[in-house]
């Protein structure tokens, strides 16, 4: 489902983009080790506790919903799309609108439904997701941050540098202060994009990613079939094949390069 102004495809390129995303989700994987109301947290603790929080869990699931806006102030949204992350143990399962990324102990892929193609590679990305998954890591890039306590949620604030190596001027992390889970995500986009409007005009403007976060669960997840390599690709003699059920796929085998 999508506003009435849509993006062409090369504005969602820019802007929904998935290095964006990922890089969105070192603070998906930020846990919680006892909390007080009164308790006076500086932002590298609250960020600390977040971290702790989802690494504590040995499985965990929620859904992420994406709104893009043209602007940093408008309130009409012009693409939505909807997410799913999935944690269990050392794997990690994710997709945002039609695409699936899958970190398997012994490989990683990524299936993009849309195009029917996908690309396997035996090589872990274990090392770098940790690296992302740890927001505190980043805050040497913002010139400023903020963290204040309204009710139940702590709202976090960073400010990026004048010159800086993030595709963002300012990020504002909204989290549960009760079990410091994330719950939404504002991110100031530093790029201009151009969008065209209802009446064919193009509008060049910053946008505005916002990221809602929902249903966590770490009980009773049932998600063997999801880190089944078998479910994505058969080996046969050596040869690595799409499954039966993406066999009109194109498979992409990045091992061989």
Same mark, same amino acid.
């Given at each position: ?8 495809? #090369? ?13 969105? !989700? ?36 929620? %859904? ?8 940093? #102030? ?18 990690l399962y994710s997709k945002i609108k039609n695409t699936e990324f899958i970190q398997l102990n012994e490989a990683y892929l990524k299936i993009n439904h849309d195009e029917k193609a996908m690309l396997y590679t035996e090589q872990?990305?274990?090392? #770098? &997701? ?19 306590? $309204? ?7 960073? &400010?990026?540098?004048?010159?800086? =190596? ?7 992390? *909204? ?13 100031? =986009? !530093? %790029? ?26 770490? #009980? %009773?997840?049932?998600?063997? $079939? ?5 479910? *994505?690709?058969?080996?046969? %003699? ?7 059920? !993406?066999?009109? *796929? ?8």
């Amino acid at each position: 489902m999508m506003a009435k102004n849509i993006p062409s495809i #090369q504005v969602i390129k820019n802007s929904i983009n998935t290095k964006y995303i990922v890089l969105v !989700l070192f603070c998906v994987f930020l846990n919680y080790t006892g909390y007080s109301q009164n308790d006076k947290l500086t932002i590298e603790e609250v960020f600390q506790k977040v971290k702790e929080t989802y690494e504590s869990k040995s499985k965990y699931a929620f %859904n992420v919903k994406y709104e893009l806006f043209k602007d940093h #102030q408008t309130i009409e949204v012009t693409e939505f799309y909807t997410g799913k992350v999935i944690k269990d143990q050392g794997e990690l399962y994710s997709k945002i609108k039609n695409t699936e990324f899958i970190q398997l102990n012994e490989a990683y892929l990524k299936i993009n439904h849309d195009e029917k193609a996908m690309l396997y590679t035996e090589q872990a990305l274990n090392e #770098q &997701t940790h690296q992302l998954v740890d927001l505190t890591a980043f805050l040497s890039y913002f010139e400023k941050t903020s963290v204040s306590l $309204n009710k139940d949620i702590y709202i976090c604030e960073l &400010t990026s540098k004048n010159i800086s =190596l993030l595709p963002y001027s300012k990020v504002v992390t *909204y989290i549960n202060a009760d079990d410091f889970t994330i719950k939404k995500q504002l991110l100031y =986009l !530093l %790029n201009p994009s151009v969008f065209k409007e209802s009446n064919g005009k193009s509008v060049t403007s910053n946008p505005r990613l916002e990221i809602t976060f929902s249903n966590f669960n770490s #009980q %009773n997840i049932n998600s063997a $079939n999801t880190f089944s390599l078998l479910k *994505y690709i058969s080996i046969s %003699n050596n040869e690595i094949k799409p499954s039966n059920n !993406l066999k009109a *796929y194109q498979l992409i085998n990045a091992t061989k390069n």
